[in-house]
């Protein structure tokens, strides 16, 4: 199982990125999947989550209504595009793969992390 994030970089407040992740491994569309943030001294956040089909989709309030979760499973990618961008969105942001009898909001279901691509929110 391999997790692949790719796509940071640094940008200014209100700007956007988007965040792609690419799975290899495992049969992708089996799988719910999250994305989880770290920022500097700080633990893991939960950003979003979204069902094997893509059509169910959930996100913390701090980002609802900005980022925007997706998945190809043609493609065995997940994505994560992320508007008007804040300095407090500066992270590591890590794609993960939520157990098959796991759920989203609960890390320790999560069994596999990738390595994770930085975004930096700055002027």
């Known amino acids: 199982v391999q997790l692949v994030e790719s796509g940071g970089g640094m940008v200014q407040p209100g700007g956007s990125l988007t965040l792609s992740c690419a799975a290899s491994?495992?049969?992708?569309?089996?799988?719910?999947m999250s994305w989880v943030r770290q920022a500097p001294g700080k633990g893991p956040e939960w950003v979003s989550a979204?069902?094997?089909?893509?059509?169910?989709?959930y996100y913390a309030d701090s980002v609802k209504g900005r980022f925007t979760i997706s998945r190809d499973n043609a493609k065995n990618t997940l994505y994560l595009h992320m508007n008007s961008l804040k300095p407090e969105d500066t992270a590591l942001y890590y794609c993960?793969?939520?157990?098959?009898?796991?759920?989203?909001?609960?890390?320790?279901?999560?069994?596999?992390w990738g390595q994770g691509t930085q975004v930096t929110v700055s002027s």
């Open positions: 993960a793969r939520v157990r098959i009898t796991g759920s989203y909001y609960r890390f320790n279901d999560y069994d596999y």
């Open positions: 491994g495992f049969t992708f569309s089996f799988y719910d």
């Open positions: 979204i069902n094997t089909g893509g059509g169910s989709t």
